[in-house]
């Protein structure tokens, strides 16, 4: 398989829009994601101009001066107006490959509402940036799956898959900001088992401590986005130096969660051995772009508090030298109780 042939069988399994077009801005190839959006077949696109597939947008002009000078351009939050006739904003790039074809990128983007939060909206940002190099990741495991004969390492490619999907899924949902999580019945200690499996496969694995009430109901919520909670829980411990993390599951009764008082309540601690939280952090730990390390991205627990209350709960910590606690609370009770 030739180089061109080899990229094109990677691109289409992205979930980026994206087409090759040649100098007069005709569509000479389109991947699904952007074939998709634009709610066209990929084989009728073909040789249809990028203007008439895209309404004639105000911002071509600018796209055709830029392919006469050989020179790359990107748009930033322009309307784009596909088949459905209503406009999307969506940030463009345009990359000239040589004389005769240039690659298009489209990333289309959600409005963010009036109530939306400024994390969101921070976060819309790293999204964009990390959907290709998932896409990227995915593939070379699956590769991996499929050349290796050792059953581990099957397992272990399998583990990276789930995880890139999981994380182009909380990608997507950041991107195309789809609002309210979408609950079904999860078995928290299934959770807890998943990450401990993820974390022993990594080198320098901490100690894994399990404290379970074996009693304890499923609890309605979004497993992927719960998964991500305690994935970041962890991954805050070990990069803040713990050697130890003790998973425990209880029940709370009559938690105090804002306005409201909630009956039950389940509780996963993830405890660590390392060295607290700072105390300048304290009163700022859970807001975006606030981290304790200088490499840390600060986005890790301001995503986790947002996920805990988009669940009807709460997320909160205590903290000194050699035992910090963070406690994630959920409510047990179903929606339609009084």
């Known amino acids: 398989m030739d180089t061109i042939s080899s990229w094109r069988a990677w691109a289409e399994q992205m979930s980026t829009g994206l087409a090759l077009v040649d100098a007069q801005l005709r569509v000479v190839w389109i991947n699904p994601a952007l074939a998709e959006w634009l709610e066209t077949g990929p084989r009728s696109a073909v040789g249809q101009p990028l203007g008439l597939l895209l309404h004639e947008p105000d911002w071509l002009a600018q796209v055709t001066r830029a392919v006469g000078e050989q020179r790359a351009i990107q748009l930033r939050g322009v309307t784009l107006v596909p088949g459905r006739g209503r406009g999307v904003p969506a940030d463009i790039s345009l990359q000239p490959l040589d004389e005769h074809q240039l690659l298009l990128e489209v990333h289309a983007l959600a409005e963010a509402s009036p109530g939306a939060s400024p994390l969101s909206a921070t976060l819309r940002g790293f999204a964009h940036e990390v959907k290709n190099p998932l896409a990227g990741l995915r593939g070379a495991a699956q590769l991996l799956q499929r050349r290796v004969g050792d059953e581990d390492l099957k397992s272990l490619a399998g583990l990276v898959i789930a995880e890139a999907d999981r994380l182009a899924s909380l990608a997507n949902r950041l991107l195309h900001h789809d609002g309210a999580p979408h609950l079904a019945p999860v078995n928290i200690h299934e959770r807890l088992e998943w990450l401990c499996d993820l974390l022993q496969a990594e080198p320098g694995a901490p100690q894994l401590r399990h404290d379970y009430d074996p009693s304890l109901p499923d609890v309605m919520g979004d497993a992927d986005?719960?998964?991500?909670?305690?994935?970041?829980?962890?991954?805050?411990?070990?990069?803040?130096?713990?050697?130890m993390l003790t998973m425990r599951t209880r029940v709370e009764h009559g938690l105090r969660v804002g306005e409201r008082v909630l009956r039950t309540a389940l509780r996963v601690d993830v405890i660590d051995d390392g060295p607290g939280v700072p105390t300048a952090l304290r009163d700022t730990l859970f807001e975006p772009l606030v981290s304790g390390r200088a490499d840390g991205s600060g986005l890790g627990l301001a995503l986790a508090r947002e996920i805990a209350r988009e669940h009807g709960g709460e997320l909160r910590f205590a903290s000194r030298p050699g035992e910090t606690v963070f406690s994630l609370y959920l409510p047990l009770e179903r929606p339609h109780e009084p």
């Open 225 to 243: 986005r719960l998964q991500q909670i305690l994935l970041n829980l962890a991954r805050n411990a070990i990069e803040a130096g713990a050697r």
